[in-house]
């Protein structure tokens, strides 16, 4: 539950990333467990445009840390994969964690 080989990672990786995802991984609140911007916690609410070239991916917020639902939106997809380590747990992915 620790970002920190996330984040030492992070610089000599960030300049491959298009600038809204580059803004995005960079942004600091999102590994402060303190923070509203945080996404610890957050879970997988909706897929839409999975199997096309632009698709969005919804994370609801918890409630009691958060109070905003976060949307990304992904254009030039070529692929996508949901890969469950637990088979048995269907569509529920469970909450975003750090690590």
């Known amino acids: ?3 920190a080989r996330c ?8 300049g491959d990333l298009p600038p ?15 923070s509203r911007r945080c996404v610890k916690d957050l879970t997988l609410r909706a897929v839409r445009g999975a199997g096309g070239e632009e698709m969005e991916v919804e994370f609801q917020h ?3 840390k958060h109070d ?8 030039g997809v070529s692929g996508f994969v949901i ?9 529920d992915l469970g909450a975003v964690i750090l690590d």
């Open 68 to 75: 905003q639902d976060l949307l990304i939106r992904y254009v």
């Open 62 to 64: 918890n409630g009691w």
């Open 83 to 91: 890969d469950p380590v637990d088979e048995g747990r269907g569509t």
């Open 7 to 14: 984040l030492n990672h992070l610089p000599s990786t960030s």
């Open 20 to 34: 809204g995802a580059r803004a995005f991984a960079t942004d600091t609140d999102h590994y402060d467990f303190r």
């Open 1 to 3: 539950m620790d970002p």
